[in-house]
């Protein structure tokens, strides 16, 4: 085999051998929902369509959940003065947790005038997670109180989810999880066994092997790179 093609054999199986597969899955996965809302009012039925959006930072052991809106919903036949607007709403929890989640929000910065959309603040709540897995967060019912009223808004397009999370139950990780893993290898010196390893071992193996691979393909390349001068005379 000539000199380029057995260096360019080489340094391709390195580079074949070399990288290891990440098997970690998206923290977050988010998206806009148009979301229809059928409300009941003081004065009768009103609907609207908003495009919602639910957003996830970690805070703590927990969440912070911020839920937008998009397009204002429901209308007042009369002007509503600064302050006199209170939202609020539940998200619905799927996937593995359940229940609803409650937000809320500041009043009306600026007043609202009459037979307008409602512009609704954002709204926001905690979510401390009580089971590990990928728990969604889907719009629910959206309650509005002013001037004394309340209007309730439910959705009447079963909606899909906005928001998905791949969360750890609170108290699942941290010092508890690092006293599993003393404990594990305690176990396994004692009885002079082999303590037991897992993906996460497996994964660690299989990247110190394959960085091996690659250190030993780029070094046979530079010593054929190196050697190949003699060899030709």
């Not at 409300?39 to 919602?52: D, F, H, L, R, Y």
């Not at 947790?97 to 603040?121: E, H, M, Q």
């Not at 690092?178 to 071992?201: F, I, N, V, Y």
Request: net charge positive.
């Amino acid at each position: 085999m000539s000199y380029p093609k057995r260096t360019a054999a080489l340094v391709s199986a390195a580079a074949l051998a070399g990288p290891v597969l990440l098997l970690t899955a998206p923290a977050a996965q988010a998206d806009v929902v148009n979301v229809d809302y059928q409300c009941k009012t003081p004065i009768g039925a009103k609907s609207a369509v908003s495009p919602i959006d639910i957003k996830g930072v970690r805070s703590g052991s927990g969440y912070r959940i911020t839920m937008s809106w998009q397009k204002g919903v429901s209308s007042s036949p009369v002007e509503l003065g600064k302050g006199a607007m209170n939202p609020s709403a539940t998200i619905r929890l799927g996937g593995a947790d359940s229940g609803t989640l409650a937000v809320t929000g500041p009043a009306n910065a600026a007043a609202i005038p009459a037979d307008t959309p409602i512009k609704i603040s954002d709204l926001s709540g905690t979510y401390t997670p009580r089971k590990t897995g990928k728990v969604t967060f889907t719009a629910a019912t959206l309650t509005i109180k002013a001037l004394g009223t309340t209007t309730t808004c439910n959705p009447s397009n079963s909606p899909g989810p906005s928001l998905t999370l791949d969360v750890t139950a609170a108290g699942g990780s941290g010092s508890s999880s690092s006293s599993s893993s003393s404990s594990s290898s305690s176990s396994g010196g004692s009885d002079g066994r082999l303590p037991q390893t897992g993906p996460a071992d497996s994964a660690v193996a299989l990247g110190t092997l394959g960085g091996s691979v690659l250190l030993a393909g780029a070094a046979g390349a530079l010593w054929l790179t190196r050697r190949n001068p003699a060899v030709r005379r």
